[in-house]
């Protein structure tokens, strides 16, 4: 996610297998007035509900101008990342 410029930075806290991050997201100012990049973030599945997409289905966020999230076998990777690599894998939240 820093490569599509909504976090500024991050450190790992915690080197145990479990780990903690902490994530510092990027702002900007609008009109004087400090605005988050980020505006909005949906959740797409659930315990109950997995959604799962193939390499073909994969969703474009605001017409492309937002992110996918998806759980893959080769780690958590952007829809963009999965559609160049011709993978699918669970939706886990789009970000826009």
């Not at 915690?14 to 004087?32: C, S």
């Not at 193939?54 to 966020?61: A, Q, T």
């Not at 492309?64 to 160049?84: A, E, F, K, P, V």
Request: net charge positive; glycine share 14%; hydrophobic share 35%.
């Amino acid at each position: 996610m820093i490569q599509q410029g909504y976090i500024e930075r991050f450190e790992d806290l915690d080197e145990t297998a479990q780990g903690t991050l902490r994530l510092t997201l990027k702002f900007y100012l609008k009109d004087g007035v400090r605005t988050g990049v980020i505006e909005g973030i949906q959740r797409v599945s659930r315990p109950g509900r997995r959604v799962f997409a193939s390499k073909d289905n994969i969703p474009k966020v605001c017409g492309g101008y937002g992110i996918s999230i998806l759980s893959t076998n080769q780690g958590l990777l952007t829809g963009h990342q999965c559609r160049m690599r011709g993978i699918g894998g669970e939706v886990l939240c789009e970000v826009w």
